[in-house]
Each structure stands twice: as C-alpha cells, then as structure tokens.
C-alpha cells in the first residue's frame, strides 16, 4: 500500500518512536524471544508474543513480505537471571522436581510437553505461527562454533567454571538498558541481595557465562571446554543471525529481558560480526492483573489455559479470542491492567464481531439485490484502524475503528443486501488479518452437544408458548431459570437463539 502512513514503532535503542526502515525494502526481518518451557507460559507471556503478532499483520497489511523467527528456551535459563551472569539453577532442570514435573520421565519429555502445551495456546489465540521456531538444543553446534570465535577474538576467555564473555572487550555494552557504568551494576545486584561474581577466577564482575561447565547437569553437551550447557543469552544471538542474518531488522520482546539478556545479546552478536545486531528494538511493559502485579502467592496468577480451557477441566471456558482482544486492548508501550470486567468486555466485543460474521454470511447467502450502502464507509473505518496501527501499535483507536464498523454492519438489519454484505465480508476479512479477532484461524474439532440442550429447548418452546398467551410472568421465570443455568437468550427475527455465557 504505497499511500499508507510510515510504519512508526518505539525504538528502545534510541528512546524515540520512529520509521520502520527495513534494510531490504519491503521485507521485515525481525526476532522475538519465545519462552522457557518449563511450564504452561502465562498471560503476561502472550502479551509480549501478541506484540510481535501485531507487528507481522501490520507489516503484511501494508504489503511487506515478512520473515519472522521465534524461539524455544528449552535449556541454560538459570533462575536468577536479573543479573548478566546468571545464578541459581537451570528452569528446566528445577521444574522437574515439582510436582508437577514429577510425571515427567526426564526433562526432555518436560520440554517436548510444554512446548506442545505453547503451541496449543499459541493457535487457539490465533497467533501467526513464526517461519522458524528454533530450540536452543537443536543449535549446539552453533553456539559451541560461536564460543570459539568469541575466545579466538579476545572477546571470551576460560576459566575453571566455564567460558566468559568479556564484557570490558565491547565498548558498546549497556547502550541498550543504560547499565554503562560497573558500579551500577554492583548496586543494583546488591540491592536484591545477589553476588555478581559467580566465578572467582572472572576477569571483571560484569562479565557473563557463555557455557558452564557441568558434567553433573541433566542436560549437557561435550564441547572444547568439558561437559556442559550454553549460557541463556547466546542461544538467541546464535538462532537469530542463522535465520536472519548477523543484523536483524527488528528484535522484540518483554520489557523484563531488555537487561541483561539483550543487552548481552547486543554484546556477544556484535562482537561475532562487527555488524549492528538489531536496527530496532521494541519491548512490550508488563502486565498487572486487577491492580496487582501477577503471583501465583496472591493468586492472581493465570495461564492462558487457566482462562481458556472447558469448566469441566478446571478452566473458566472463556472464548480464546476475547482473551486475545482483552490482551491487547491496551497499547504494548504502556503498564497494562488485566481485569476479568476487561474481559467480560472484550467477550461481549468478539461475540459482537462473530455474530456480524454470521449475518453478513446469511445475506451472502440469500443475495438480495440493491446498491453497496456500506462500502465506502467501512473504507475509512478500516483505514483509520490501519492507521492506529502503522502509528506505534495503537490498538485502543484500532479496535474502536473495528467496533464502528461492527456497528455499522449490525444498524443494517434487513437492508443487508448483496451488495453491502459483499463489502461487508470484505471489510470483516481485512480487520481480521489486521487483528485477529473475528473468528478463529485454526481448525477446532466440532463441538460435542451440550448435554443440557434439550432440556433448553423445551424450556424455550414453553417460553414461546408463554409468549404467545401472554403469560409474561412465566416467560420471565424461565428466562431467569436459564440465566441461572448460564445460557443466555436472545430474541431474534427467526426465533429465539441461546448460547452459554463465559465463566468470567
């Protein structure tokens, strides 16, 4: 779309929102960090994976050919990881002894699972799914090459523990998170009672572990050094630039991993090419949830599945694509409060977009003849939602634009005729590849029947025969009845219809 607006997005590289300029003309080359699956990943997670999933529809929306990487920690994430070198242990290895973890033979299987467990939840909120899915385990040879290189350069050394990145070899370090300066760095470890120093025999206390060594670990691989397992930092650099290329159009993430994981990324990448790593970087802030800052010690504490699985196995069965929408109902630059009235709104919103879905189908159906009344009109609905979008992921004006339109399609009614509802499909189609929110893109297995829907029914049929010898009062009960079994109703042209309410 060569008369659309710049594609602008906040460049936490250089604290300024900015053009999009990638460095092949119409083709997005970008990285977002996937998870550590060692659990099912939470909905602050997919907040972070959403904002990468808004910047390929976007992109694609204005025409550009995309290339899109992202990846699967399955090793060498320690659990103290606010610090440049690590400590604690490794995420995986420490899910295997909780019980959960327990039903797992070994962590191999721990990882195959969740990382399934991330795909499910993954398509159910219709994210696109990335050309590349890299795992750190399946690239060992390559971060074992990048080792070298980094010691045969002056930029790694060894020690008894394991190999060091150097971190006073790169003059460039902290030009990402600001953490320039050493004594920062020991103050702000020391104020959450952490030792930088994890190695005795390291060269500075900033410097941090390409590979540990440890025969001991469940994971482990042989390399120049002894047994052992990569540092968490160096599995992206390495994955990113065997996909991508040794400088990225743009890298993504949450704004927890801008130090020290690509702040460390930015170092080793840079030091192994002598090329700038990423031209942008874009994080997204974190999510609280009603106020509060999401912990499983408050529970207030949700995975995707807590939300979105069938009451009848421990979920709320709330519609994955009114967690999408709530999600990212809020721009990603900005703290976001998840609340359950967000999502009770954001269900009501979808339902709104799936029941516009379903009429404009039926008066495609049915053809009826006159002239398009809704055309142009939902033209500039859809190109004021784009416009949000290119304008740094404004998703609140987007999703206000799509609403309209929504609206527009319903105040219709029976003049829904062929040729609007023709427009009509078309614009719910763009708006649904901009967003991601009109109606799920993967394939579901067909729902089993409801096992109370005759029961329904004939309480429906009595309704109506209320209705019809004006016996409110009895039509009312029942109505009440079916409410407190959660079914709603809704009187319609062609009879009444009903649906189960979310367990919000």
């Known amino acids: 779309m060569s008369d659309t607006a710049p594609f602008r997005l906040y460049n936490t590289l250089t604290h300024r929102v900015e053009p999009v300029e990638p460095l092949e003309p119409g083709h997005l080359r970008f990285y977002s960090c996937g998870p550590t699956v060692y659990s099912y990943a939470h909905i602050g997670n997919f907040r972070s994976f959403l904002t990468a999933d808004l910047i390929l529809r976007t992109a694609r929306a204005i025409g550009w050919k995309t290339t899109y990487v992202s990846n699967i920690t399955d090793v060498g994430h320690l659990t103290e990881d606010d610090v440049a070198d690590a400590g604690g242990e490794d995420k995986m290895a420490r899910a295997l002894r909780s019980p959960e973890g327990r039903r797992f033979a070994n962590v191999w299987d721990l990882a195959r699972y969740y990382t399934g467990a991330l795909l499910d939840d993954w398509r159910a909120l219709n994210l696109i799914e990335p050309d590349v899915r890299p795992r750190a385990t399946e690239h060992m040879r390559e971060q074992i090459l990048a080792v070298e290189r980094l010691i045969q350069t002056g930029h790694a050394y060894e020690t008894e523990r394991g190999v060091y990145f150097s971190v006073p070899s790169f003059e460039g370090y902290g030009k990402l998170s600001g953490n320039e300066r050493l004594d920062r760095l020991i103050e702000g470890a020391a104020a959450e009672s952490r030792d930088v120093v994890q190695d005795p025999d390291k060269r500075d206390p900033r410097d941090f572990a390409l590979w540990k060594k440890d025969p001991a670990h469940l994971m482990q691989w042989y390399s120049p050094w002894g047994w052992g397992f990569p540092g968490w930092h160096l599995e992206c ?170 609206k ?48 329904i029914d004939a309480l429906l049929a009595e309704r109506q025969e209320a209705r019809r010898r004006r016996d409110f009062a009895r039509a009312d009960a029942i109505r009440a009845d079916l409410d407190a079994l959660g079914i709603e109703v809704m009187d319609t042209p062609e009879g009444p219809k009903w649906r189960r309410k979310p367990a919000v």
Not at 367 to 390: C, F, K, N, S, T
Not at 411 to 418: H, P, S, T, V
Not at 430 to 452: M, W, Y
Request: proline share 5%; aromatic share 6%.
């Open 408 to 455: 527009l399609i319903g105040g219709i009614g029976a003049r829904l005729n062929g040729a609007s509802a023709r427009s009509a499909k078309a614009w719910l189609d763009d708006i649904h590849r901009l967003l991601g929110i009109v109606r799920p893109e993967s394939p579901t297995e067909a729902p089993e029947t409801d096992p109370l829907a005759e029961q």
């Open 237 to 406: 650099s390495v994955m990113a630039m065997t996909y991508l290329g040794e400088t990225l159009d743009l890298h993504a993430g949450g704004e927890d991993l801008i130090f020290p994981h690509h702040e460390c990324e930015i170092a080793q990448s840079e030091s192994l090419s002598g090329k700038p790593f990423a031209r942008m970087w874009v994080h997204t802030r974190f999510l609280q949830v009603e106020g509060e800052k999401m912990s499983k010690r408050t529970g207030n504490f949700f995975t995707v599945r807590d939300l979105t699985a069938p009451q009848a196995e421990g979920g709320r069965g709330i519609d994955p694509l009114a967690l999408r929408l709530a999600l990212i109902s809020g721009q990603y630059r900005k703290p976001f409060n998840f609340t359950f009235d967000n999502l009770r709104a954001a269900a009501r919103h979808v339902q709104r977009f799936r029941d516009a879905d379903e009429r404009v189908a039926a008066a495609l159906a049915a053809d009826a003849p006159g002239d398009d009344i809704v055309g142009e009109r939902l033209q500039r609905l859809y190109r004021q939602a784009l416009d949000a979008m290119l304008d740094d992921l404004n998703t609140p004006a987007a999703i206000a634009a799509a609403l309209d339109g929504v």
